[in-house]
T-cell receptor, first 113, second 111 residues
Framework: DTEVTQTPKHLVMGMTNKKSLKCEQH?????MYWYKQKAKKPPELMFV???????INESVPSRFSPECPNSSLLNLHLHALQPEDSALYLC????????????FGNGTRLTVT | QQQVKQSPQSLIVQKGGISIINCAYE??????FPWYQQFPGKGPALLIA?????SEKKEGRFTISFNKSAKQFSLHIMDSQPGDSATYFC??????????FGKGTRLSVIA
């Protein structure tokens, strides 16, 4: 089992809903990441937090709002999503140091109806 | 310059055979080259990684070969098993910058 825990595993939401994805790691990692993965595609970087501060935002639409309450937790708040936002949302963590590996969670499968 | 080109897109190998997946890059500043394995419904998991000062790294049945002059690296899976059937992603990064992923190879190992 992965050491990065994501909840929920599955989420179905309408376009007017507000929901949140949660991610937790207890490996003492200093960097946390959100990725979006479409079927048969590689993970696509959305956000990076380093020492609880947002360090990278890959021009993600404002309907996705990340939050890092502390060094172990990462949230992704969702509002007014579109059907094309349906995807697997992956959280990852790492030391944030040179050549340090990323540890991925098993993702949240999101369906927007 | 930031791309990593991965081939083939899909691969079918007989049980016990050797699976070979190739990646090529342009940016010579890349200094870390990991391979990730992803099973359906799961997140990617680090399989093996190499740095450009090493030409080969082996862990069990998995070997990375690295050719710095050709700007290529490859994953070899010896004695491939049905349990190895998964999607494999190569990646590269510079320092602590985010990984650049290849497009993935879907491997099927048939008995």
């Amino acid at each position: 089992d992965t050491e990065v825990t994501q909840t929920p595993k599955h989420l179905v939401m309408g376009m007017t809903n507000k929901k949140s994805l949660k991610c937790e790691q207890h490996m003492g990692h200093r960097a946390m990441y959100w990725y979006k993965q479409k079927a048969k595609k590689p993970p696509e970087l959305m956000f990076v937090y380093s020492y609880e501060k947002l360090s990278i935002n890959e021009s993600v639409p404002s309907r996705f709002s990340p939050e890092c309450p502390n060094s172990s937790l990462l949230n992704l708040h969702l509002h007014a999503l579109q059907p094309e936002d349906s995807a697997l949302y992956l959280c990852a963590s790492g030391q944030g140091a040179n050549n340090s590996p990323l540890h991925f969670g098993n993702g949240t499968r999101l369906t927007v109806t | 310059q930031q791309q990593v080109k991965q081939s083939p897109q899909s691969l079918i190998v007989q049980k016990g055979g050797i699976s070979i997946i190739n990646c090529a890059y342009e940016n010579t500043a890349f200094d870390y080259f990991p391979w990730y394995q992803q099973f359906p419904g799961k997140g990617p998991a680090l399989l093996i990684a190499i740095r450009p000062d090493v030409s080969e790294k082996k862990e069990g049945r998995f070997t990375i070969s690295f050719n710095k002059s050709a700007k290529q690296f490859s994953l070899h899976i010896m004695d491939s098993q049905p349990g190895d059937s998964a999607t494999y992603f190569c990646a590269a990064s510079i320092g602590n910058t985010p990984l650049v992923f290849g497009k993935g190879t879907r491997l099927s190992v048939i008995a």
